[in-house]
T-cell receptor, first 112, second 115 residues
Framework: GEDVEQSLFLSVREGDSSVINCTYT??????LYWYKQEPGAGLQLLTY?????DMKQDQRLTVLLNKKDKHLSLRIADTQTGDSAIYFC????????????FGQGTELSVKP | NAGVTQTPKFRVLKTGQSMTLLCAQD?????MYWYRQDPGMGLRLIHY???????AKGEVPDGYNVSRLKKQNFLLGLESAAPSQTSVYFC??????????????FGPGTRLTVL
């Protein structure tokens, strides 16, 4: 079955880079996603990567995909206190109505 | 354009009571989803719909029912609420084609407590 795993917590200092890691099991997934959830709010799509890519950059965000190891990472450059949130990795298994399978979420804490 | 809205935002129920959560989207999306979010477990899919009049089970469907009588609305029902259904419920929608094809749009969530 499908499974997505993330570490639960990450703490960094303001200005440092943050790297949030994710592993997944379903090799048929065509897209992999990073969502951000601020306290008391819904989920906001940060970025996604197509499975035939190995890197995508969007301003301060860099997504790396290693299909062989089924490993996805999100790097946030120059992390700010406003980046403090829970970050969810998610995949869409092939041909299952577009449902998302989420990881447990990584709580990023940015200290001044 | 309100996006995805959920009603109510908060609710407290007693064990055995019933209620319906309403999700509405004004983006003409075909696909709609109900998830629940519990601490340390991420979001888990309860039920989903790929179009008006259709529904399908997700990972954790037991104790819930859904209906999609109109394309813009997706209702989640709890017939006899249990404390294990205390959670935050999120609705999402997605188009079947177009520029946003790969993005699910989420509502703000409904926080439900069952005593």
């Amino acid at each position: 079955g499908e499974d997505v795993e993330q570490s639960l917590f990450l703490s960094v200092r303001e200005g440092d880079s943050s790297v949030i890691n994710c592993t997944y099991t379903d090799s048929s997934s065509t897209y992999l996603y990073w969502y951000k959830q601020e306290p008391g709010a819904g989920l906001q799509l940060l970025t996604y990567i197509f499975s035939n890519m190995d890197m995508k950059q969007d301003q301060r965000l860099t997504v790396l995909l290693n299909k062989k190891d089924k490993h996805l990472s999100l790097r946030i450059a120059d992390t700010q206190t406003g980046d403090s949130a829970i970050y969810f990795c998610a995949e869409i298994p092939y041909n299952q109505g577009g449902k998302l399978i989420f990881g447990q979420g990584t709580e990023l804490s940015v200290k001044p | 354009n309100a996006g995805v809205t959920q009603t109510p935002k908060f609710r407290v129920l007693k064990t055995g009571q019933s209620m319906t959560l309403l999700c509405a989207q004004d983006m003409n999306h075909e696909y709609m989803y109900w998830y629940r979010q519990d601490p340390g477990m991420g979001l888990r899919l309860i039920h989903y719909s790929v179009g008006e009049g259709t529904t399908a089970k997700g990972e954790v469907p037991d104790g819930y029912n859904v209906s999609r009588l109109k394309k813009q609305n997706f209702l989640l029902g709890l017939e006899s609420a249990a404390p294990s259904q205390t959670s935050v419920y999120f609705c999402a929608s997605r188009p079947v084609a177009g520029a946003s094809y790969n993005e699910q749009f989420f509502g703000p969530g409904t926080r439900l407590t069952v005593l």
